[in-house]
């Protein structure tokens, strides 16, 4: 994977032809590059994107974005109501419930709700053994 002004480019390798081939994989329009080295390839790419930018300023429209930071999500109405009230529970907004179970999943945040408890020689929580103490 390689990146440029937020734009995502797709690499693979092709060894019959000794090529390195990408596709930018976050634009509707295909925009492809190739190059016989990392340092061609990674050239390429970005004249890809450049080039990109260049065509849309030429006729005037706005370049895509990469992200806009919304997104339209079907889901079962069961599943809905599952999530509703899950973000209720945790008193959160649905959108922010979302929001931290996505992070999460991708390893941006650590798990929400989960405390670290210390666990003592004996492989007990040490709440546990000082309770047994008592």
Partial sequence: MMEYKGYVGKVEFDAEAELFHGEVVNLRDVSTFQ???VGELKQAF???????????QERGEQPEKPASGQFVLR???DLHRQIQ???AMAT????????EQLETAL???AHPRTTKKK????GRPAS???????
């Fill in 107 to 109: 390893g941006q945040k």
């Fill in 128 to 134: 546990t053994k000082k309770a047994e103490q008592s």
């Fill in 46 to 56: 970005q004249e890809s994107i450049d080039d990109y930018l260049a065509f849309c």
């Fill in 85 to 87: 009230l899950a973000a």
């Fill in 119 to 122: 666990i003592t020689k004996s």
């Fill in 35 to 37: 190059g016989t080295s």
């Fill in 75 to 77: 889901l079962s109405p």
């Fill in 92 to 99: 959160m907004s649905l959108n922010s419930w979302v929001i």
